[in-house]
């Protein structure tokens, strides 16, 4: 700019170079309106959710540096080294899977894929069940257990809304999946802290006095958290209950063959409901006894009391998966699928599950032989008496605390142990400390 023209103009730059940056200035009634009116966020109200006590203590045995340090929280199955292990038959599979180019990456049916459903409803009610020979069963494919407990009480609430009945203790998800969908979730007491074992009486007496047509949530088989399962004629007493007060069994099976080594024993409970004429819901689960834990593959199986029932009932749950996940995943099915229709490889995982189930047996008989042998005060018959991967040992939460401060074995403070973490190089370590914590807290 040649000197003396636009004195003007040379005078507001002037003013302006000396006051706030143009930017700064022209934005400034924006910033200031922002200040005085700040929006209202929709999340302002959202609390911290608590943290799930299970994953918490794996999160905190994962950030201990001690090389000694013991988990016993998670419910997933390691080796005798303390490993994570995959079933060879389960390699098999997938290696067949990977080498058959006919198979490709297209939806599944919203109901899952076929050949693993109906294998699912043979695996869990026998090939020779009346629901089966009748034609009067329904099966939907699930994200593993927990998804086939969601899908059966998003159904239940919409065509079966009644009173909720959950064993206490039992698997903290089943209260909130219940009251997610909107159900009153009551309790029935199964734990007998006396006596380390199962509360028939009360359990008989809550199913007796509870509201007529309540949905009643059953462990099937090892029974989550206390490792405590009914016998045959004790399921007989529950399902004669049952009957007479038209009570709807909701199972959860999240352990058939893992549990006692035995798929047909494992079952025996939801066989004889459906022998007696029951309508039930059986939810399954393949994390544990293929090891799928990430795969997520769950069944739920339904026994109705005709054909058409159940094929109103399929169409309904077709129609709640679509709105929940639309269509369910292929891997882990196909997996299962072929090796429970497959003889050869069928064999083979009944094999490699049974090995699983009696290395857990002899954990359960190598703790139990060395508190024996230190004479650790009560009594702990218990350990051998329950079956599957959980164990409740009786320890109370400071005892569990003190095993964690001093011992670094981790285990929820129910003092509920999985019996998966013990090994035979840690099993007689973990029976010390617990001796201690036993005569010291």
Same mark, same amino acid.
Request: with cysteine.
């Given at each position: 700019m040649a000197p003396g023209r636009y004195p003007a103009a040379a005078a507001r730059l002037l003013l302006l170079s000396s006051c706030l940056p143009l930017a700064s200035l022209l934005d400034s009634p924006r910033s200031a309106l922002r200040t005085a009116v700040a929006p209202t966020s929709a999340f302002e109200n959202v609390p911290l959710a608590p943290p799930d006590a299970i994953f918490h203590v794996a999160a905190s045995h994962r950030a201990d540096p001690d090389p000694s340090k013991i988990n016993l929280g998670i419910g997933a199955y390691r080796d005798d080294n303390g490993s994570p292990w995959v079933l060879p038959v389960v390699r098999r599979a997938e290696k067949l899977i990977l080498e058959d180019s006919s198979l490709d990456h297209e939806y599944l049916p919203?109901?899952?894929?076929?050949?693993?459903?109906?294998?699912?409803?043979? %695996?869990?009610?026998?090939?020779?069940?009346?629901?089966? %020979? @009748?034609?009067?069963?329904?099966?939907?494919?699930?994200?593993? #257990?927990?998804?086939? /407990?969601?899908?059966?009480?998003?159904?239940?609430?919409?065509?079966?809304?009644s009173v909720v009945y959950i064993s206490n203790p039992t698997w903290a998800v089943h209260r909130n999946i219940f009251s997610d969908s909107g159900f009153e979730?009551? @309790? =029935?007491? *199964?734990? &007998? @802290?006396?006596?380390? #074992?199962?509360?028939?009486?009360? +359990?008989?007496?809550?199913?007796?006095?509870?509201?007529? $047509?309540?949905? %009643? /949530?059953?462990?099937?088989?090892?029974? &989550?958290?206390? $490792? +405590? !399962?009914?016998?045959? !004629?004790?399921?007989?007493?529950?399902?004669?209950?049952?009957?007479a007060k038209n009570h709807f069994v909701f199972f959860d099976?999240? =352990?058939? #063959?893992?549990?006692?080594?035995?798929?047909?024993?494992?079952?025996?409970?939801?066989? *004889?409901? /459906?022998?007696?004429?029951?309508?039930?819901? /059986?939810?399954?689960? =393949?994390?544990?006894?293929? $090891? %799928? =834990? #990430?795969?997520?593959?769950?069944?739920l199986t339904v026994v109705a009391q005709s054909t058409e029932q159940a094929k109103n009932i399929s169409s309904q749950l077709e129609r709640i998966t679509r709105s929940l996940i639309s269509n369910p995943p292929t891997f882990g099915a196909r997996i299962v699928s072929l090796v429970l229709n497959n003889p050869e490889l069928y064999e083979q995982w009944k094999t490699e599950l049974k090995s699983m189930a009696d290395r857990i047996i002899l954990m359960r008989e190598q703790l139990y032989d060395a508190l024996v042998k230190h004479e650790t005060p009560g009594t702990w018959n218990h350990i051998v008496d329950q079956i599957g991967m959980f164990s409740f040992t009786g320890l109370n939460p400071t005892q569990c605390k003190l095993l964690t401060d001093k011992f670094h074995v981790?285990?929820?403070?129910?003092?509920?142990?999985?019996?998966?973490?013990?090994n035979s190089k840690n099993v007689q370590r973990f029976a010390d400390a617990v001796d201690y914590v036993v005569r010291n807290a």
């Open positions: 919203i109901a899952g894929l076929k050949s693993f459903t109906d294998a699912s409803v043979k %695996l869990i009610l026998g090939d020779s069940s009346p629901a089966i %020979l @009748e034609k009067r069963f329904a099966a939907n494919q699930t994200i593993s #257990g927990t998804g086939a /407990v969601r899908l059966g009480a998003e159904f239940l609430a919409r065509f079966h809304k979730v009551r @309790e =029935y007491k *199964y734990w &007998n @802290e006396s006596t380390r #074992g199962l509360d028939l009486e009360s +359990v008989l007496s809550t199913f007796q006095s509870a509201p007529e $047509g309540s949905i %009643l /949530v059953l462990h099937a088989c090892a029974h &989550n958290p206390t $490792g +405590v !399962d009914p016998t045959l !004629d004790q399921w007989k007493q529950i399902s004669d209950v049952v009957k099976c999240a =352990y058939q #063959g893992f549990a006692s080594g035995d798929l047909d024993r494992d079952a025996q409970a939801v066989r *004889y409901f /459906v022998e007696e004429g029951h309508e039930l819901f /059986v939810a399954q689960s =393949y994390a544990k006894n293929f $090891g %799928l =834990y #990430g795969e997520r593959i769950g069944c981790y285990l929820a403070s129910s003092g509920r142990i999985s019996m998966a973490g013990l």
